[in-house]
Structures are given as C-alpha cells and as structure tokens.
C-alpha cells in the first residue's frame, strides 16, 4: 500500500472525503500553509517537515472529495513543467513565455 493509498483509508476511515467538503479542505489547507511559512520564517527543519507533510495529507483529501487522486494531479503537473524553460530571478524561477 503506498502512502497515498493509506492516506486516503485512513481520511475514508474518519468520514473525511464524503463527510467533509472541498471549502472545509482549503480552511485547513491555509491554517497547514501558514504552519509552513512560520516554520520557514524560523529556519525550523522539524516543523517544516511536519508541515509539508501535513500540506500533502489535505492535498491528497481534496482530490479525493473532488474525484480524482493525487497521483494523477502530480503527473499531471509535472508533465505541465517538463520540458519549460525559464530562468532564476531574486531566486525565483520565472518561466518564459
């Protein structure tokens, strides 16, 4: 079973994908994104972890409300930025258009 996989039994285990909704997900998404920025902002390795972590478990929850799995939303991605180019800006990348 991939971690993934488990994510999404252990929300179906807790009524989270047919029990919750979509906007519930993304109030909890931007209270995990703001433990994210607080851990960045103080340089602090575990909790930055713990976040990003915790940030992947409601992603992997919203695609499940929304029909669709995280795999998927990933592949999808990524075949999105494959092949762009761009360049380093202040440390950002910025893709050409």
């Known amino acids: ?16 994908i047919e029990g919750s909704s979509p906007q519930a997900q ?14 960045v902002a103080r340089n602090d390795y575990e909790e930055i972890q713990d976040a990003i972590g915790d940030c992947v478990v409601v ?4 695609a499940a409300q929304m029909r669709m799995n ?13 092949d762009r180019k761009g360049r380093m800006v202040d440390g950002v990348f910025v893709k050409d258009v």
Do not use: P
């Open 70 to 82: 995280i795999e998927g939303c990933i592949s999808a991605a990524y075949d999105e930025i494959k």
């Open 26 to 39: 993304m109030l909890k998404m931007t209270e995990e994104v703001g433990e994210l920025a607080h851990g």
């Open 59 to 62: 992603l992997t929850i919203l």
């Open 1 to 16: 079973m991939t971690e993934f996989e488990k994510i999404r039994q252990w929300a179906e285990d807790r009524n989270l």
